[in-house]
């Protein structure tokens, strides 16, 4: 069985108008560095968003402040335009692993900040944007 997330939290976006400079953010405890984790990010849209896939920025900052950025693209749906994910509501969820087998650096508060780098400077039709941080599964 697997074991509950170590954190998980989905934050919504303006879903009318998602700001090229409006930060998404997460803060969570390490509490064990030697073990490593898998980080996934969470995209709910609704069909009405334009795009196939959204590139983020994802940042993440360690307890002394030494930042690390990479470019993400997330890709939401197959060339003939249907939705990856689970639909509830109209609004379509899909996790993405992110980082599997992290080491963290050291134990303490992390945080990750997530923007979109999508050409246009407002998005619409994502709704939230979510983090989960759990323990990795070790493949045998």
């Given at each position: 069985s697997a074991e509950p997330p170590l954190y998980q939290q989905v934050q919504?976006?303006?879903?009318?108008?998602?700001?090229?400079?409006?930060?998404?953010?997460?803060?969570?405890?390490?509490?064990?560095?030697?073990?490593?984790?898998?980080?996934?990010?969470?995209?709910?849209?609704?069909?009405?968003?334009?795009?196939?896939?959204?590139?983020?920025?994802i940042t993440t900052v360690n307890p002394v402040g030494t930042t690390k950025t990479d470019t993400v693209n997330a890709i939401l749906s197959d060339n003939k335009g249907h939705w990856f994910g689970e639909k509830a509501n109209d609004?379509?969820?899909?996790?993405?692993?992110?980082?599997p087998h992290v080491l963290f650096s050291a134990s303490g508060t992390y945080q990750i900040k997530v923007e979109q780098a999508m050409r246009d400077t407002a998005l619409t039709g994502i709704t939230s944007i979510g983090i989960e941080v759990r323990k990795s599964i070790l493949k045998k």
């Open positions: 919504p976006v303006n879903e009318d108008s998602w700001l090229a400079d409006s930060l998404v953010s997460f803060t969570f405890s390490i509490d064990n560095a030697i073990i490593p984790y898998d980080i996934a990010i969470r995209i709910e849209h609704r069909p009405i968003y334009l795009y196939r896939n959204l590139y983020l920025f609004v379509y969820s899909l996790t993405l692993l992110y980082r």
